[in-house]
């Protein structure tokens, strides 16, 4: 967007109760003479002019996506149905919806997406129909329902026919959050979605605090991963002395200074650390 400037048009000169143009006060500033200039009183100044300049604005910053974004991907090869759904799902605030026909189109894009929910129709189970038949579709579905809950990047969702009860069963069992056969009310959709989304939340911030824990359990010293895992396997101080050949008064300390980097204040706190951090 252009703006336009309009520079200072007149200076007034206290002490002498003259008036500069910008143009004077830049020499004055450069000459080193001030902001004070000397006329005589018998030549006036010329009537001071407005100088106006253009002055190019940059265009204003994007606002970064809202943190609160959730994403859904939907993998169906009908149009119509693709369609429909993609327009309910997209009426949520904060959802971001992106829509493919088959997962292939949706594995070649997954390691650059968000985490998030993925709606997969039933009847991808049918795109595969080679000289094996059916059963080869439906093995690769529940592959992917598998792989998807595995990485912790993505909860699914499918959507089946009637007599897909069995192949509904399996994805269940292969990791789906749910499976909605049709008719099936768009309440429960989104009822299905929100599930979906939540569980990755709880995934994400689990990772989150598994990272922070691992972080935290790098900070100690050799010894006093010693005594933590002595710790982990329900020994007394006694015991663990026993085991690291030192006496229960310094692994007393070695307790304390562990905890203190793990900023615990109980053994339970400290327990939850080390497992989170994937101690055993």
């Keep these: 967007m252009v703006k336009t400037q309009i520079d200072s048009i007149l200076v007034t000169n206290s002490a002498a109760g003259m008036f500069m143009t910008p143009e004077a006060l830049i020499a004055a500033e450069q000459d080193g003479r001030g902001l004070v200039m000397h006329a005589a009183p018998s030549q006036p100044m ?32 009908d149009d119509e149905r693709r369609g429909a759904i ?47 038949g059916q059963l080869a579709g439906a093995a690769a579905l529940l592959a992917f329902i598998r792989s998807s809950r595995e990485s912790k990047r993505f909860a699914c969702v499918m959507l089946a026919d009637p007599q897909q009860m069995r192949l509904a069963i399996d994805a269940m069992k292969a990791g789906a959050v749910d499976c909605l056969l049709s008719p099936y009310a768009t309440s429960d959709l989104l009822g299905v979605v929100e599930d979906a989304l ?8 689990e990772s989150a605090a598994g990272a922070q824990a691992r972080s935290q359990i790098e900070r100690l010293t050799a010894r006093e991963r010693d005594v933590l895992n002595g710790l982990l396997h329900g020994k007394s101080n006694k015991m663990i002395a026993l085991d690291l050949g030192i006496s229960p008064r310094t692994v007393e300390i070695y307790r304390a200074h562990l905890m203190d980097k793990l900023g615990t204040n ?5 327990l939850k650390v080390a497992f989170a951090a994937g101690m055993s």
């Design 46 to 77: 010329a009537p001071a002019r407005a100088t106006v300049r253009a002055v190019q604005f940059p265009d204003p910053i994007e606002a970064p996506p809202s943190a609160g974004l959730v994403h859904a991907y939907l993998i169906d090869a």
């Design 86 to 132: 993609h327009k309910l799902l997209s009426g949520k605030p904060n959802m971001v919806v992106r829509a493919y026909r088959s997962r292939a189109a949706f594995l070649a894009a997954a390691e650059h997406l968000d985490d998030g929910c993925v709606i997969v129709s039933g009847e991808e189970a049918d795109e595969e129909l080679d000289g094996r």
């Design 198 to 205: 939540a569980l990755v939340r709880m995934v994400r911030a």
């Design 266 to 270: 109980s053994l339970s706190e400290t």
